[in-house]
């Protein structure tokens, strides 16, 4: 599939001003994407739930103006101006000009917030560049004679939001998506992400994610230099194969409503994840004293409870707890008693598996 726009004629013109909103949201990564090759093509294929309740507003109002080769915004994040993530808008709209080429013909007024607080120490990539590649993918489609299916579009915005942050991808569709070529997933790409080609069981449907800020700390290793790290990882070849095959496993867990199943390859991955972490060359750590000792609760809570309460994590201190819907009232309560303890400013979100973006004020715009 070829994403570039060629510059036809407009199906309507640019004369009047114009407006696209999206919500997008974030996605918590069950098999993670941790290691890529050039351009954001990742080393093996992931798998995430689409979330709800954090996710990303994104506005753009576009009006013609004097075509200067240029791309020229005004960036307003959370009502202030941000001159740091402006920059990276522009350098981000610079290196999609290929897919996008009518940019330098607009006057374009980009405004952000998101649902969760700021550093929070809740990555914002996946869901503020989901939003961004949806709103470009709006514009296109409003005036050329492009991306008229669903299809297109989707996959159009998931490939550009990839080249944003790769894992963004995957945020583009509801449920759960995947990302990356893999063999059991026939409409699977390294290039953008897609929906998993089967319908989840009953069991995850209203999977919930509720996420303990153990730490609002900047994170000490970027992303970018965590993937970059895995180039030379000594354990990395093994990896990458390891992590295609459990995501085999998942597949069938997520197919079946197996919950054990599910429990054993979530908690394998993210503690996988921050190994590969430590067994970097240098090696580094970004889990905490309190996410280990809330890891330990959660598998004696499992234990007692007969619970099937899992944790996953980021590339982060913080944990996302996930559980099915009928243990609601009783991991609130654990929560609220015992692991609140351990959260910077006991504060948590709670957040569940979600129907994906949608755009806002369509009507109006
Ligand atoms: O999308 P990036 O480059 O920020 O990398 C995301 C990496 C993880 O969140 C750790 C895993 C994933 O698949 O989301």
Known sequence: MNFKLKIKEEKNSFEKENKVVWQSPSNIALIKYWGKKEKQIPQNASVSFTLSESYTETEIVYSKKESNNKIEIKFLFEEKDNELFEKKIVKFLNYVLKYFP?????????????????SAGIASSASSMSALALCLCSIEKKHYDSLKTNDTFYRKASFIARLGSGSAARSVFPFAASWGKHADLYNSSNKFASILPFNLHENFKSYNDAILIISK?????????????????PFAKQRYKLANKKLQILLNALQNGDLDGFIEVVEDEALTLHSLMMSSNP???LIEPNTLAVIEKIRNYRKINNSKLCFTLDAGPNIHLLYPDNEEDSVFEFIKN???????NRFWISDKIGKGPFEINKQNA
């Open 283 to 285: 090696g580094f750590i």
């Open 338 to 344: 015992d692991l609140q303890n351990y959260c910077e």
């Open 102 to 118: 009518f940019l330098t013909k607009l006057n374009l007024t980009i405004k952000s917030k998101n649902s969760f607080p700021h």
């Open 217 to 233: 700390k900047e994170k000490q290793v970027s992303s970018t230099a965590g993937h970059n790290l895995m180039k030379n990882h």
